[in-house]
């Protein structure tokens, strides 16, 4: 099964800067198939990126996606009050398919 | 529009079953897989295991093979999630989810809680 590691575990900025989210692969992920997910408390996950770098339906630019083989960033230009959440990674490249431990973006 | 409603929490005792829906709702149930994934207390997410809605194949995590059962009920359009011997590691929210068989999940139900005590 392919380990999935995201740092920071915790990032504290504030609106209005740039958030850079790290998710490294213990192994190459196949053809890229790595998404990004938005958790906020009490709610279930919502898909924000597919493919490493492809938004998902309703998802604003200032989010994307990027790496490939064993290391993938999820950047967000520029941060807006609603974007503090957890944010994990998925691997789907590999069965069974693993997700990572979660990085917590909080207000600073 | 396109939904994933679970049931309602559950508490069960140490060596019980728990039994969780999962209805889905507008959009074609063949051409999808429904996922469960478990979220213990502050904790990632696991993926338990899936149901094919157009022929009932399943495939489930090594971790969870032989206390797990994910059915398809094509009348109710409904899948279910059937989990045995349940211990205090169970208790968590359980998610239902809609993708491909190896592929991310674009609709998620609202989750059920588990609770799993003496």
């Known amino acids: 099964e392919i380990v999935l590691t995201q740092s920071p575990g915790t990032l504290s900025l504030s609106p209005g800067e740039r958030a850079t989210l790290s998710c490294r692969a213990s192994?190459?992920?196949?053809?890229?198939?790595l998404a990004w997910y938005q958790q906020k408390p009490g709610q279930a996950p919502r898909l924000f990126i597919y493919?490493?770098?492809i938004r998902a339906s309703g998802i604003p630019d200032r989010f994307s996606g990027s790496g490939s083989g064993t290391d993938f960033t999820l950047t967000i230009s520029r941060l807006e009050p609603e974007d503090f959440a957890v944010y994990y990674c998925?691997?789907?490249?590999?069965?069974?398919?693993?997700f990572g431990q979660g990085t917590k973006l909080e207000i600073k | 529009q396109v939904h994933l409603v679970q049931s309602g929490a559950e508490v069960k005792k140490p060596g019980a079953s728990v039994k969780v829906s999962c209805k889905a709702s507008?959009?074609?149930?063949?051409?999808?897989?429904i996922h469960w994934v478990r979220q213990a207390p502050g904790q990632s997410l696991e993926w338990m295991g899936w149901?094919?809605?157009?022929?009932?194949?399943?495939g489930y995590s090594q971790k969870f093979e032989g206390r797990i059962t994910i059915t398809w009920d094509t009348s109710a359009s409904t899948a279910y999630m059937d989990l045995s011997s349940l211990t205090s590691e169970d208790t968590a929210v359980f998610y239902c989810?809609?993708?491909?068989?190896?592929?991310?999940?674009?609709?998620w139900g609202q989750g059920t809680l588990v609770t799993v005590s003496s």
């Open positions: 149901v094919i809605a157009d022929d009932g194949r399943t």
């Open positions: 507008g959009y074609a149930f063949s051409t999808y897989a």
């Open positions: 998925q691997q789907y490249g590999s069965s069974p398919c693993s």
């Open positions: 192994q190459s992920v196949g053809s890229s198939y």
């Open positions: 493919d490493a770098s």
């Open positions: 989810a809609r993708g491909g068989i190896d592929l991310y999940y674009d609709l």
